[in-house]
């Protein structure tokens, strides 16, 4: 017979540095599940990932039990990395902070494809863009 599910819980968390400290500690301590037993396995998961933020979706069961999964890093995250950006525009629209070739949009694409609502590579590459251009980006799309 399967678990019942008490409730879902999403967070962004640095990988790796997975703290007690808000937001996590009352989101997991509201639900009631061993809040040092997630951070370790998490960052034990995450540690390749460091220097990036991975959303986490956790699944809380009735008899406090969990599970979780970890998701690629955040897309503005890749977006950074890939053209070496410190951070986006902080005017998007009227300032450029940089620029994202088609290529390198792809290249994100297939790395976050499995976490986006498309198969089509080249769909995905414009979901990538789109990221891009709301951080002040200019791309080729």
């Known amino acids: 017979m399967a678990k019942k599910v008490a409730s879902v819980i999403k967070l962004n968390i640095p990988a790796g540095k997975g703290t007690p400290a808000p937001p996590v500690g009352p989101a997991l301590g509201q639900a009631g599940i061993n809040m040092m037993e997630f951070l370790k396995k998490f960052n034990e998961l995450s540690m390749p990932q460091m220097g990036y933020t991975l959303p ?11 599970t979780f999964v970890i998701k690629q890093p955040l897309m503005t995250d890749l977006i950074k990395k890939a053209i070496s950006l410190e951070k986006g525009s902080s005017n998007p629209g009227k300032e450029v902070a940089g620029k994202l070739t088609k290529a390198k949009a792809l290249e994100i694409a297939r790395l976050k494809m499995k976490d986006l609502n ?24």
């Open 56 to 66: 986490v979706e956790i699944t809380v069961f009735e008899d406090r039990s969990f």
């Open 118 to 141: 498309t198969e089509d590579e080249e769909m995905a590459a414009r979901i990538v863009a789109g990221s891009a251009r709301s951080m002040g980006l200019e791309t080729d799309f």
